[in-house]
């Protein structure tokens, strides 16, 4: 075709004959669409049409011209909404709620079910390895992109942030070779209503550690500490008994009253 295109009485460019037909055919699962996007510490953040079938998030990386200085690419954001839209069409929420035990209060009213406060677009994030995929292109956490995918690139952090049940919330500046316990101590240390097993260490490509693993873990840069409350149930049966002796008592005085003025 390049023969018939471009270059005149080419022997390529026969003549068409009545009833001949000629077909110019759509490339399979073209789409005009088909455009990713990436954004944050890249040289030439913005949407990309995808070029080729398989095309791989390190491709996107080189296309966008590389990391800026800046990057921290340990905490790249990998989004893909389809995620989320095949999980619901899998009737994820009636499968965990026909399989959840109803949970009753002290006052015998059902407490919420996970299927109703459950947030399924948080499932959208896919966790990646993003040294692994610069020393190993053929690595499995060098992803193909879809149609649609999002991808974030951060700066490089301020520090280790330190949330929740502690005496002082805030940003603790990175100190190498320091563990769990010392960023806590660096917040002032765990307050009297901390849930000390179960700490949580949200690693910067997503990745969550609990309890043991979250202290024994190596913390790095961009980590996320998070302490939660014990979870202490609020004694409803004491307000009850309140509540009901209050009862008791106007009705044990109504009572004297009433035998009084007999």
């Known amino acids: 075709m390049e023969k018939v295109l471009n270059e005149r009485d080419s022997s390529e460019d026969i003549f068409l004959r009545e009833d001949d037909n000629?077909?110019?055919?759509?490339?399979?699962r073209w789409r005009v669409d088909n455009a990713v996007v990436i954004e944050g510490e890249v040289m030439f953040p913005g949407a990309y049409e995808l070029m080729k079938e398989g095309e791989l998030l390190?491709?996107?990386m080189a296309r966008s011209g590389g990391f800026t200085t800046d990057a921290f690419p340990e905490g790249i954001v990998f989004l893909r909404s389809s995620i989320s839209e095949d999980v619901e069409k899998r009737q994820a929420r009636a499968i965990l709620a026909s399989t959840e035990m109803t949970i009753l209060d002290s006052l015998n009213r059902p407490l919420p079910k996970l299927n109703e406060t459950l947030d399924i677009k948080s499932a959208n994030r896919i966790i990646i390895?993003?040294?692994?995929?610069?020393k190993n292109p053929?690595?499995?956490?060098?992803?193909?992109?879809?149609?649609?995918?999002?991808?974030?690139?951060?700066?490089?952090?301020?520090?280790?942030?330190?949330?929740g049940a502690v005496a002082s919330n805030g940003t603790i500046v990175f100190k190498k070779g320091k563990n769990l316990g010392y960023f806590v101590k660096s917040s002032g240390g765990?307050?009297?209503?901390?849930?000390?097993?179960?700490?949580?260490?949200?690693?910067?490509?997503?990745?969550?550690?609990?309890?043991?693993?979250?202290?024994?873990?190596k913390v790095d840069p961009g980590d996320i500490i998070i302490v939660p409350q014990?979870?202490?149930?609020?004694?409803?049966w004491i307000k009850?008994?309140?509540?009901?002796?209050?009862?008791?008592?106007?009705?044990?005085?109504?009572?004297?009253?009433?035998?009084?003025m007999k």
């Open 240 to 260: 009850s008994a309140t509540s009901v002796a209050a009862v008791a008592t106007s009705v044990l005085t109504a009572f004297l009253l009433v035998d009084r």
């Open 22 to 28: 000629v077909f110019i055919r759509t490339i399979p």
């Open 58 to 60: 390190s491709d996107l």
């Open 230 to 236: 014990k979870l202490g149930r609020e004694k409803q």
């Open 138 to 163: 053929g690595s499995p956490d060098n992803v193909t992109l879809q149609r649609g995918d999002y991808v974030y690139v951060p700066r490089k952090p301020a520090g280790i942030q330190v949330l």
């Open 190 to 217: 765990f307050s009297r209503n901390a849930d000390k097993s179960q700490t949580r260490l949200a690693k910067a490509n997503g990745k969550v550690l609990a309890g043991g693993a979250a202290f024994k873990a």
């Open 129 to 134: 390895n993003p040294n692994e995929i610069l």
